[in-house]
């Protein structure tokens, strides 16, 4: 059970920061429209804040499929799940400072820093309650 469990909340994960794909294909100017569905005022377009949103997009896409490969073989890579979990909360913090020091309205600041604080911390402490292979018998790898 805590094994579905922890899967699920790396596939949320894997899908809350695998949505940024979306970021690094979408011209310009849809990539703005949707930052101000967000909330975001319009944007001019610049050429840096073009390159910075595909680098950010790109990154946050990256860790979405590792915790996509988390989610697929968690008895593989076992060891890397409570860090992904810690990565998750860390980020809810950052999230939360900022957000209130911007006094940024609800919408998608609590959504962003909920997602990371619930699916970070059920991500730490179901893989710190579950029984994991013992590999310490095994060749190490060369």
């Known amino acids: 059970m805590h094994l579905r469990l922890l899967r699920l909340f790396l596939g949320f994960a894997a899908f809350a920061w695998g949505i940024s794909v979306f970021g690094v294909f979408l011209s310009w100017s849809a990539a703005a429209d949707v930052l101000q569905g967000l909330g975001a005022h319009p944007i001019a377009y610049d ?4 390159y910075w949103l595909r680098m950010a997009a790109g990154a946050f896409t990256l860790i979405g499929c590792w915790y996509f490969v988390l989610m697929i073989w968690p008895q593989r890579f ?3 799940i409570p860090w992904f979990g810690g990565l998750m909360l860390v980020e809810g913090v950052v999230l939360l400072v900022h957000g209130l020091r911007l006094s940024l309205p609800p919408f998608p600041f609590y959504a962003d820093t909920a997602a990371c604080f619930v699916g970070g911390g059920a991500i730490l402490y179901l893989s710190r309650h579950l029984r994991w292979p013992d590999h310490s018998s095994e060749r190490p790898l060369r």
């Open 47 to 50: 050429r840096m804040l073009d």
């Open 78 to 80: 076992h060891a890397a």
